[in-house]
C-alpha cells in the first residue's frame, strides 16, 4: 500500500503545484555505505608495479591521440584494505575521461598489509609515478599537465608525493629527480600534520600512527621529517582543498589550518567548502558537489600550462 502522504504528494505534483524542496526532501549527504558501492567502467590498462596484490596502477584514457593531460588519482579508506578505493574510484575516473582527461589511479599497499605502512605505503606511491614516467608515451599522457588528485588519506599521499623532492637524502624515501607535482586537488584530506594529529587519526580511523612515520633509528630521529606533508612545505606545489561542510572525518576547520600554514611557508593553498556536503560526497560524480570538484581539477590543470 502507498502512504497516504506519498498519494498526497503526488496528487499535488499531478495539479502542477510546485512543492517546496523542503517538503520533497534536501538531497541526503552520501554515507559510507553509499561510497561502497561506487563503481564505473573498467581501465584500459592495469600495470602492476610489485609483486605484491596492491601493487599495480589503473589507466582510463580518453579516446583519440592525444597527448591528454594526466590525472593521478589516489584513493582514500583511513589507509585500510577493508574500506576499498580502487573500485569506488572509478566513478570519478570515467567522469574525467569524459572531459578529455586522462586518469592514473594508484593502488597501494595498506598499513594492514604486508609491506604496507612506513616505508612500504611510500615507496608504492614512488614506484607508481615513476611508471607513469616510464608509460607516458604509450598512453598518450602529457606529463606537463599534471595533477594529483587524492581522497583522505588519499589526499595525505598526493601532498606528499608533491613535497617529496625535499626529502633528505638520508631517507629510504629519497630519489633524485623525482617527477614533479605542481598542482594538488586534496579531497578531505587527513593526516597532513602527523606530529599534531596522533589522537584524531585514532579517533576517526582507528589508525596508529606509528604505522605511518615509523619509529626512531640512528640517523633517523625525527619520524615526521620524511613522511608528515606539512613537513615537506614549500614544495612550489598548490594545493586546493575541498572538504564538504559535513565531513566529519576531515572538517573544513582542519583544511583551513593545514592551507593557513601552507601560506605561512610560502606555498599556495586555498580551500573551498562544498554545501550539504559529506566525507563521500567528495569523491561520488552523483553528488551535487561534483560540479565545483571537476571545476576545481580542470582549474588545477590549466595553471599547470603556466608554470
Known sequence: MVPRGRLFLGFLLCLGILVPEFVMGAERPLTLDDYMVLDGPPPVGHIAYGNAPSQYVE??????DGPFPVVVLIHGGCWLSELGGMRQMRDMAAALVAQNIAVWSV????????????????????????????NAHAYRLDLDHLVAVGHSAGAFLARWSAGRGRLSTNSPLYRARPLAVREVVALGSV???LRHERDHLAG???????RLTGTTVPG?????????PSELIPSGSHTVFI??????????ASAVRSAQLARARGERAET???????HFDEVATSSKAWALILSAIQGALARTGNE
Open 220 to 228: 633517523r630521529e625525527d619520524v615526521y621529517a620524511d613522511t608528515s
Open 243 to 252: 572538504n564538504g561542510d559535513l565531513d566529519t572525518i576531515a572538517p573544513p
Open 59 to 64: 589507466v582510463f584514457v580518453p579516446p583519440g
Open 191 to 193: 593526516g597532513d600534520d
Open 107 to 134: 593502488e597501494y599497499r595498506r598499513i594492514d598489509e604486508e609491506g604496507g605502512g612506513y616505508p612500504g605505503t611510500y615507496q608504492d606511491v614512488i614506484a607508481a609515478l615513476e611508471l607513469l614516467e616510464s
Open 272 to 278: 573551498i567548502v562544498l554545501p550539504n556536503a559529506s
Open 204 to 210: 576517526v580511523c582507528g589508525v596508529d600512527v606509528t
